[in-house]
């Protein structure tokens, strides 16, 4: 479970994040909308953190969507790409600003009060889109347009038209109305279930004596008060090392259930009424789940298509998991005999206590080569030279917070867009870890513009940040998201960018980017020691590369897991839906871990919101990613011919071709499982070959 990506809503139109009690514009109001390409036109933070400012900003953008659509469905005579598909481009970029940005302002805005505002107009927004999404003098005027001669052209409109008829725009008036009411509550209670879990930060109150394990760095960021008590919260940085590393069982137990606990109970009836509204929908339109209706335009078509291809990396990696959770347990025992089964809890303590035994690796030894600033530097100069692109810092830059950091994104001496990174945690923003996009690209009137919204350690005054390695392979993962935004942002509608490519292929370039980060000559050129300035010994890289092949087939299993909770959650009928007995059955599925009682995950599984039944999507990008990477040459990863065929076929084109063909186009045949078998069955099973081989 890494990124959270756009939301999508299914049969409607690619949506940023998400109504609100719109106070009409003060009469005061100076006319003049700002023109377009100037910062006000383009950020909605503009006006700083006044919630009034940002709801003008949503509102003009709306009016500007309403009269570009006034001016394609005013068209008499003919219906040409000129006349209709354009305007129609355009109030879909302006819909695309007002819920993009609304939605980032909603997770990472400075004050609660704007978050509210913020959330609202998603809301507001997000009406807009779908009340576009269902008007038939659009789509009539847009099935009027003749196809185009170009082919990225010709597959926009189509793809649009296809959308409509999804989205239900040929039903009649009043199923169209009913259409429209289930999908704003639908975005609605996403947009509650999310902010729940942004504001829902539990804290653990634990003995200092019971933090033996955790690093020191992790120990002086975690002083005990006077009665000698240690908080410790369920943000990421500080929840996961304490996970990973405390030698305290009921240390590790309770951050554990803090972190499972969140957004539990509040987000049961909150769930239950999306789940619910959703089904509602999916049979409206004739589909008989949701599921069925959220695939109909992915690259996997249908749930019965989903459940082979499940089936297929179920058989892949089950054994291998069970081998791997076997050794674990094997080890565990060694050290504790009463031993019977290892809970969730302490799973990936005694993980890292077998990567230490069994490959010599510690984790923690290499968390001092990298601190926060350095592996932003590395991850930035890594796609800078697989990509052929510049990234530079741009200062003086406006944004939403004083933490953000803002570059642009050249190509020679090309401006391609620019990016923005917020990448620590802060009170009431989002907690995970996300690339959004901020701006849609259109050639050479508006360039792309996106943000990473992440939890990583640091940004504290004396506190270097130093994240643990599996930190920089997401910060890679994130980055592979912001590249394809912004380099496939490049065509001539704000619809044919990256992130409007069939969902299921969004998770595609983010995972090619993670496995660079098992290259050495990648990682040593930033990787050094924050206080020596020594460069991660090749010694130690070897080590942490083969100790991190451990994990592979039960973290794909555990992926499958994710999957069963939200293909059952969307498929099950809602009303009777016992959340924590479908969510344990899945687990003990997939897992030969412990099942702890009051995990409630489902209650903080955002993804629910954001990829509702289609979390698939991890799992078949992960097989396309490692197809992708096996193309590079191992001996000159960043400086071979492979990137920028990459770049050429798979980001620059953006939503221009169906994303079949673009992993076709860079393939030459279609994507199969041979990679991924060879990346899971790596170094971990042939040294368990090796062993058994010695031990006959
Ligand atoms: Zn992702």
Not at 232 to 260: C, Q, S, Y
Not at 332 to 345: G, H, N, Y
Not at 476 to 496: D, R
Not at 567 to 581: I, K, Q, R, V, Y
């Amino acid at each position: 479970m890494i990124c959270r990506p756009r939301r999508h809503l299914p049969g409607s139109l690619l949506v940023a994040a998400v109504c609100g009690a719109a106070t009409p514009l003060a009469l005061a109001e100076p006319a003049a909308a700002p023109a377009a390409g100037s910062p006000a036109y383009l950020h909605a933070w503009d006006g700083g953190d006044d919630p009034a400012a940002l709801e003008r900003w949503v509102r003009m953008h709306m009016d500007r969507a309403d009269g570009d659509i006034a001016r394609l469905t005013a068209v008499k005579g003919a219906h040409t790409t000129a006349n209709t598909l354009r305007p129609y481009d355009d109030a879909f970029n302006e819909l695309t600003f007002a819920t993009s940005q609304a939605s980032v302002l909603y997770g990472v805005g400075a004050t609660k009060e704007l978050r509210d505002k913020a959330q609202a107009l998603t809301q507001t927004a997000n009406a807009a889109l779908t009340a576009l999404s269902l008007n038939p003098d659009v789509y009539h005027a847009l099935a009027a347009v003749p196809a185009p001669a170009d082919a990225a052209t010709r597959h926009y409109l189509e793809h649009t038209l296809l959308e409509y008829r999804l989205a239900g725009v040929d039903k009649d008036d009043a199923t169209r109305a009913k259409i429209k009411v289930l999908q704003d509550k639908i975005t609605e209670l996403g947009l509650a279930f999310e902010r729940t879990v942004h504001d829902d930060v539990r804290t653990v109150l634990v003995d200092k004596g019971q933090l033996g394990g955790l690093p020191p760095d992790y120990l002086a960021a975690h002083l005990p008060d006077a009665k000698g008590q240690v908080k410790i919260t369920t943000d990421p940085p500080d929840a996961w090392p304490a996970e990973k590393f405390a030698d305290n069982a009921e240390l590790r137990h309770k951050v554990f259930l803090a972190g499972e606990s969140v957004g539990y109970p509040a987000n049961e009836k909150t769930l239950r009424a999306l789940l619910e509204a959703r089904a509602e929908l999916a049979h409206l339109l004739g589909y008989a789940t949701w599921a069925d209706l959220a695939m109909a335009d992915q690259m996997m078509g249908t749930p019965a298509r989903l459940r082979d291809y499940l089936k297929q990396i179920d058989a892949t990696s089950r054994e291998s998991g069970a081998r791997e959770d076997a050794a674990l347990l094997a080890f565990a025992r060694e050290r504790d005999p009463s031993l019977k089964q290892i809970s969730a809890a302490d799973a990936r303590y005694w993980q890292e206590q077998y990567r230490r035994a069994k490959f010599n690796f510690d984790s923690q030894s290499v968390r001092p080569y990298f601190p926060y600033a350095a592996a932003e530097r590395g991850v930035i100069a890594t796609a800078s030279q697989l990509f052929h692109v510049d990234i530079r810092p741009v200062s003086g830059v406006r944004t939403w917070h004083p933490s953000v950091t803002t570059y642009d994104v050249y190509d020679g001496k090309v401006r391609l867009g620019r990016i923005y990174l917020d990448m620590h945690p802060r009170e009431g923003k989002d907690k995970w870890f996300s690339t959004q996009l901020l701006t849609a690209g259109v050639l050479h009137r508006q360039l792309p513009e996106g943000a990473l919204v992440c939890n990583f350690p640091g940004g504290k005054t004396g506190d270097p940040g130093l994240m643990q390695y599996s930190d920089v392979v997401i910060f890679l993962h994130e980055f592979g998201h912001l590249m394809h935004h912004v380099i496939g942002g490049q065509n001539s509608y704000a619809g044919e960018g990256g992130f409007n490519v069939e969902g299921d292929f969004i998770e595609a370039p983010s995972q090619m980017l993670e496995e660079f980060f098992h290259d050495y000559g990648v990682l040593s050129s930033f990787a050094r020691h924050y206080q020596s300035g020594a460069v991660l010994p090749q010694e130690l890289y070897a080590r942490m590369n083969r100790a991190d092949t451990y994990g592979r087939a039960s973290g794909q299993q555990r992926q499958l897991m994710y999957t069963a909770v939200s293909l059952d959650f969307h498929t099950l009928p809602p009303a009777t839906l016992d959340f924590d007995a479908v969510y344990r059955q899945d687990f003990e599925r997939f897992s030969s871990f412990a099942f702890v009682a009051g995990d409630h995950l489902w209650a903080s599984f955002t993804h629910l919101n954001g990829y509702s039944s289609n979390y698939y999507t991890y799992v078949l990008d992960k097989v396309i990613a490692l197809d992708f990477f096996a193309q590079f040459d191992p001996r000159d990863l960043l400086g071979g011919p492979a990137g920028m065929r990459y770049r050429r076929a798979v980001l620059a084109p953006g939503a221009t071709r169906p994303a079949a063909q673009l992993a076709r186009d860079f393939l030459g045949r279609e994507p199969n499982l041979e990679a991924y078998r060879r990346w899971m069955l790596a170094e971990f099973d042939r040294g368990a070959a090796r062993a058994s081989s010695a031990a006959r």
